[in-house]
Every structure is written in C-alpha cells, then in structure tokens.
C-alpha cells in the first residue's frame, strides 16, 4: 500500500515512531543502539536532527531533509531495521508479521507532519521538549536525559528552567 505523504526536497518534517509494545522501555534501555543506528543511516543518508526526543516506547524528531531529498521513509524503515537487527528476537510476532519476514518491535506506520512556518516549527520543537514533561517521566524537560534540549540550552537558545 502507498501512503500519501508530503514529499518536498529540503522540507522539515515532525516525526511521531512507536513501538509495538506501548509498554516497553526497549527505546531509553537500548539507546545505545538505537543512537548508532541514527548514526548509521545519517552517514548513509544525510538529514539535519533540529530536535528529538527519546521515551521509553515511542520517540518524536524533527528532521530537514537535504534540498534535492524528501526520502525520509527510506531513513526510518533503515532506522527501525538497523535497532532490531540489534536485539534479540524474544517479541511476540503475529502471523501476518513472520509471514512478511517482519519482526514485531516497531508499529509498521509512522507519524510525520510537513512543518509550514518558523511558529509551526517552534511549536513543534517546544512540543518535542515538553514530551517526557506531558508523560510524567520527568518534573522539568531538562530532567530527561534522551532530549535534544541540552543541545538547544547549551547553544544559550533555552534557559535551564524551561518546561
């Protein structure tokens, strides 16, 4: 099945990726892995990370994709591919999943969101920040350790106290 998603070369997008298990903490155990498969694929596929957030069963990023490349699926479907050849088989997979030689730690889909404006941009990054804040795994946003809002204060773009 083909998606309709936004395809702009150079656009920035908003990124919404669960795991299947919306009560695993696979993502913030396993971030190690899950950074070097990043990692991997940026070297592969360049793209900008403006923002990211790391929780413990799903992450939000906001990536800009080069000017002449709108293909962030490919990036996410290597992503996602890159942390499960990581980790050991132990999931629960359905039929139809072993059928199609899938495993069973990531939702298939994922969210993205074209952004359209420096306010929808800003919105979308203080979204990203205040995320762990809104799911009760932290006081204050700079209390979650797997946020890019360290980077963003230590650029003096936040001050410590946000969110």
């Given at each position: 099945?083909?998606?309709?998603?936004?395809?702009?070369?150079?656009?920035?997008?908003?990124?919404t990726?669960?795991?299947?298990?919306?009560?695993?903490?696979?993502?913030?155990?396993?971030?190690?892995?899950l950074?070097?498969?990043?990692?991997?694929?940026?070297?592969?596929?360049?793209?900008?990370?403006?923002?990211?957030?790391?929780?413990?069963?799903?992450?939000?990023?906001?990536?800009?994709?080069?000017?002449?490349?709108?293909?962030?699926?490919?990036?996410?479907?290597?992503?996602?591919?890159?942390?499960?050849?990581?980790?050991?088989?132990?999931?629960?997979?359905?039929?139809?999943?072993?059928?199609?030689?899938?495993?069973?730690?990531?939702?298939?889909?994922?969210?993205?969101?074209?952004?359209?404006?420096e306010?929808?941009?800003?919105?979308?990054?203080?979204?990203?920040?205040?995320?762990?804040?809104?799911?009760?795994?932290?006081?204050?946003?700079?209390?979650?350790?797997?946020?890019?809002?360290?980077?963003?204060?230590?650029?003096?773009?936040?001050?410590?106290?946000?969110?």
């Open positions: 099945m083909r998606y309709r998603r936004a395809n702009v070369s150079g656009g920035t997008y908003f990124f990726v669960n795991l299947t298990d919306r009560s695993s903490r696979l993502l913030v155990d396993r971030i190690d892995d950074r070097a498969s990043v990692r991997l694929v940026k070297q592969r596929h360049p793209f900008e990370i403006v923002a990211w957030i790391v929780l413990p069963d799903h992450l939000h990023a906001i990536w800009t994709q080069p000017q002449d490349d709108a293909d962030y699926s490919t990036r996410w479907a290597l992503i996602k591919a890159g942390f499960s050849r990581r980790i050991e088989r132990s999931e629960p997979i359905r039929p139809s999943r072993r059928a199609k030689g899938e495993r069973g730690l990531w939702q298939r889909r994922f969210w993205e969101h074209q952004i359209r404006d306010i929808d941009l800003q919105r979308h990054i203080d979204y990203v920040h205040f995320n762990p804040v809104k799911h009760g795994h932290a006081l204050r946003a700079a209390d979650w350790r797997f946020s890019s809002i360290h980077r963003y204060m230590r650029l003096g773009d936040l001050p410590g106290d946000w969110g």
